[in-house]
């Protein structure tokens, strides 16, 4: 019988005849020659001071063995090359919380090094620990072409590349700048309205009476509450929870249905649903307009809807209505900022800004998602003198709703316009007060921290609605930088690919002292780099070389700075 085990500080009772608790391995080693002679105790020299072995006697304790387990040192990221792979008979040590440096002349193998095999191996021993339900969404990764790797973390490639984003991906949303903002107008934002500019009030339910009684002297209308509002899902369990408070029919989509027997909807869109609180007409009498407002409102938590013969419907609400033209609007929500979603994008360019000259053609697609897929793509693809400004919006991307939400006078199109150091001014401008400045508090330390992140690399010059695929690659990669620092993620293996090329040489010190936040975070960085600033300031150098191709692949420098040839080459 072999049994392996790893204690701290324990000793043989041979009363007892069990393990009990030292109070140290000294302690411990000097009871053993003292109590127990004949050998009961080995110790195995160059064990670590919190390891030791237990051999007992095999002819007193029936054969039973313990032996040590070799734990190995996981604090560093080491890796060894067998002799077929290009890096051959070769091994090195990354240390934590090290910047390494990888420099070499072109197709020496640094790329190599540092994306097909610390990127690749990390990847997939990431992928391996996931489930084999959530592994089957994902393509599979083959172990690369290296012997032996240990120690290493979660990695995350940076790389110069321009950016996959679709048509309406920006600078602020790539950056979650935009997400932020988009709660932050939402939650303390001032609704303006639309056609007099003036901030909208809450409503008294006389006044909402009146207006419904004007409008039924032009004909009869339905009172709907809103109870679903661009949320997807089945929805069975909405209509059961109406149909158990009388309501007995629901306006879906645009379609009325019965309550009883509602059919669940497609899972995966967006839906609005609607109860159908009365039918009203210019017969009705006050008290009965009266009652269903009342019941609506209740209903709709303080929204309700006035449906008429056209289809064109009026919000009626008792908390944001305007006090001049009577306009009502409802409660604000981030998705009314959005520029990907239909509740907020602007009607006309659907949230991209700008018009295609060619328009889609329906008959072609076998529904309306896919027509608009195939509009993306190609308006994606097109040059710039196949798009015109969208008119509407000018650029905008949003409705005519939200572009009247503003804080301080801004709106959020307006922010979004600036570059990033002008946006950075403007939201320290920003002032709050009560409960305000405690629900914007946390928000805009966010907002503030990612702009701030993009100057530090660099890229403060950039307009927050820059499209993301008119950067460069080195905007790009340095965006995605920013983009990291943001998450304060801990125990991470970053791998760069020359992240100060393009830069300034004034702006090379700012991206360096980047460099050296994301490390002291707690994560390591392996930089492929030419930079001799960056090299000089790296914790730990690999040069790799001497020639390219077929003359490169071996390790010609390995340490801290020092420059002086280390390992013999075996290519001339």
């Not at 391996?128 to 072409?145: I, L, T």
């Not at 207006?211 to 929805?235: D, M, N, Q, Y």
């Not at 009626?316 to 604000?332: D, F, I, K, W």
């Amino acid at each position: 019988l072999r049994s392996v085990l790893r204690f701290r500080k324990f000793e043989w009772n041979p009363v007892t005849r069990r393990l009990q608790t030292a109070a140290s391995i000294s302690d411990l080693r000097a009871k053993a020659k003292r109590r127990l002679p004949g050998g009961v105790f080995d110790y195995i020299d160059g064990a670590a001071e919190d390891e030791v072995t237990l051999r007992r006697n095999s002819e007193a304790y029936g054969a039973v063995e313990f032996r040590p387990r070799v734990f190995r040192d996981v604090s560093n990221i080491s890796l060894s090359f067998a002799d077929k792979n290009l890096f051959s008979d070769h091994s090195f040590t990354i240390g934590p919380k090290d910047r390494l440096a990888v420099f070499g002349i072109n197709g020496s193998g640094k790329s190599t090094l540092a994306f097909d095999v610390l990127f690749a191996e990390g990847q997939r021993r990431f992928l391996d620990s996931m489930s084999a339900y959530a592994r089957q969404f994902v393509q599979q990764m083959e172990r690369p072409d290296v012997d032996q790797v240990e120690g290493l973390p979660p990695t995350v490639a940076i790389e110069q590349r321009v950016s996959r984003g679709g048509g309406k991906s920006t600078v602020s949303t790539v950056t979650e700048i935009y997400h932020f903002l988009r709660l932050l107008y939402s939650k303390v934002g001032t609704q303006f309205c639309t056609k007099c500019d003036i901030p909208v009030e809450k409503k008294s339910i006389s006044s909402i009476s009146t207006l419904v009684h004007s409008e039924l002297k032009k004909g009869k209308a339905t009172l709907l509450a809103p109870i679903v509002r661009g949320r997807k899902g089945f929805h069975t369990d909405t209509a059961e929870r109406a149909l158990r408070q009388g309501v007995s029919h629901l306006y879906v989509n645009g379609s009325l249905v019965e309550t009883d027997g509602f059919q669940k909807l497609e899972r995966y869109q967006e839906h609005h649903i609607d109860a159908v609180i009365a039918q009203l007409d210019k017969n009705s009498s006050s008290n009965e307009i009266s009652k269903s407002i009342d019941e609506a409102l209740k209903f709709g938590k303080g929204t309700a809807k006035l449906l008429k013969p056209n289809g064109q419907s009026m919000v009626l609400s008792s908390e944001m209505s305007c006090p001049n033209c009577g306009e009502a609007y409802e409660e604000l929500d981030p998705r009314l900022f959005s520029y990907n979603s239909p509740h907020g994008w602007c009607s006309d360019c659907r949230g991209y800004g700008y018009i295609a000259t060619i328009k889609p053609d329906y008959d072609k697609h076998d529904s309306i998602v896919s027509a608009e897929l195939d509009e993306e793509r190609r308006i994606t693809k097109s040059k710039q003198v196949e798009k015109e400004v969208c008119s509407t919006c000018n650029g905008a991307r949003i409705n005519e709703i939200a572009r009247n939400v503003r804080i301080g006078g801004k709106s959020i199109n307006f922010l979004c316009s600036l570059s990033v150091i002008k946006a950075i001014e403007e939201i320290n401008k920003m002032n709050f007060d009560g409960v305000d400045r405690v629900i914007a508090r946390d928000i805009v330390k966010e907002i503030h921290q990612r702009m701030s992140f993009l100057d530090e690399v660099g890229l403060g010059y950039l307009g927050l609605d820059r499209s993301a695929t008119t950067l460069s690659g080195g905007e790009s990669q340095r965006i995605r930088l920013a983009s990291q620092l943001g998450s304060n993620l801990r125990g991470v293996l970053y791998v760069l690919d020359e992240p100060t090329i393009g830069l300034h040489p004034r702006d090379n010190d700012k991206l360096l002292e980047t460099l050296l936040k994301l490390r002291d975070l707690g994560n390591s960085l392996v930089v492929v780099e030419h930079d001799d600033a960056t090299i000089s300031r790296s914790d730990h150098l690999i040069d790799l070389g001497p020639g390219a191709g077929k003359e490169g692949g071996e390790i010609v420098y390995e340490g801290e700075l020092g420059f002086t040839k280390k390992r013999p080459t075996k290519r001339k």
